[in-house]
């Protein structure tokens, strides 16, 4: 099973992404865009993992109170002819500092994790060609109240996440 720690985004805060990626589709040519029930920031990318429990016992270890997170824009990168859009977040230490400790304590019990800087960002749409003049996105904050172990599959060849487990934080 196909497998990620992510943060969750509230209705709000998703609404504010959507409507970037409405932006982003009416000033494309083409694009496979993000769908609202995808959106989210992952932590740290598993793959392919059978052992949930030690996943869990890592994501229990994470001490934090809630904290808030904030768009700070958009950018792309160029694959090609074309794009991958995202909207990134302001700097934040203790985003940063989950993220560490959930990749070293995966690390110690076994799990491969890529050794490559944490650069927090939230996909928009991939394989996009984009003829628009520039792409903004409004600023938003949300409070970040729990971490999530999600399941990525394809059901009736949508991709579909999942969440199997949730860490409140408190």
Known sequence: MRIFAAVNF??????????TIE?????????NFTRDENLHLTLVFLGEARDLEKIKASMNEIDCMPF???LSGC????RGNSSLYYASLEKNSILNEIQKQLSLSLK?????????EFKPHITLGREVVFSGPKLNIKPAEMEVTKLSLMKSERLSGKLTYTEVFYKLLK
């Open 10 to 19: 509230t209705d709000d805060f998703k609404r504010e992404i959507k409507n």
């Open 23 to 31: 932006s982003l589709k009416s000033q494309s040519e083409s694009g």
């Open 68 to 70: 808030k997170i904030k």
């Open 75 to 78: 950018s792309s990168f160029k």
């Open 108 to 116: 110690s019990k076994g799990f491969y994790i890529e050794d490559r």
